[in-house]
């Protein structure tokens, strides 16, 4: 059963790896950027109204598995790698499809760590995903930015060792030996 799925009403409020954000909020966040996303892969990443996070509704796991479904199907397209999306909280200018589309995998590799470890469950990824995924995290900056309020990613912490899925959460600023946190 997909993580999401998994989620409660009263999961909501829980608190989650990301500082700033508890489930709801969290789920609020992925749902927009994959809807965002969809919309850069169609041509329309230029309204911002669709990366706004929106409160979330009575069927929360069925709004993500809408958003999901409709960000897989953008991206199942032909020629989609190839074309320029428009992704405003980057920058200005059409970023290369393949390389958005590296952007998200990591984005959900990392938050799907976040929502599992959120409610105690485990999370395994298939290795051809990690070892996507991998070359992408080490790439992101690892600047002052990531300092800032509301940045992406909080600054790297130490290299946990080889497994794949504990260097992105660490390149990251994940700690991926940290306890879960309990579900209520």
Not at 13 to 29: I, V
Not at 88 to 106: D, K, N, S, Y
Not at 125 to 153: K, N, S, T, Y
Request: charged letters at 20%; aromatic letters at 6%.
């Amino acid at each position: 059963m997909p993580i999401v799925a998994q989620v409660r009403p009263p999961d909501l409020s829980l608190p989650t790896p990301c500082a700033e954000w508890d489930l709801g909020h969290l789920l609020a966040h992925m749902t927009a950027q994959h809807r965002g996303f969809a919309a850069a892969a169609a041509g329309h990443g230029d309204d911002l109204d669709i990366w706004q996070p929106r409160q979330p509704g009575d069927d929360v796991t069925r709004e993500y598995a809408g958003a999901a479904e409709a960000v897989i199907a953008a991206f199942a397209q032909p020629d989609v790698a190839e074309r320029g999306f428009l992704l405003p909280e980057i920058t200005p200018r059409p970023i290369p499809g393949r390389l958005a589309i590296g952007f998200h995998l990591v984005d959900y590799v990392v938050h799907g760590w976040d929502v599992a470890r959120t409610l105690g469950l485990a999370y395994e990824l298939p290795p051809d995903v990690l070892a996507a995924a991998l070359p992408i995290a080490e790439a992101v900056p690892a600047g002052e930015a990531r300092l800032a309020p509301g940045a992406a990613f909080a600054p790297p912490l130490p290299d946990p060792g080889q497994d794949p899925l504990d260097r992105i959460l660490a390149l990251l600023g994940r700690d991926p030996g940290k306890n879960v946190v309990p579900r209520r």
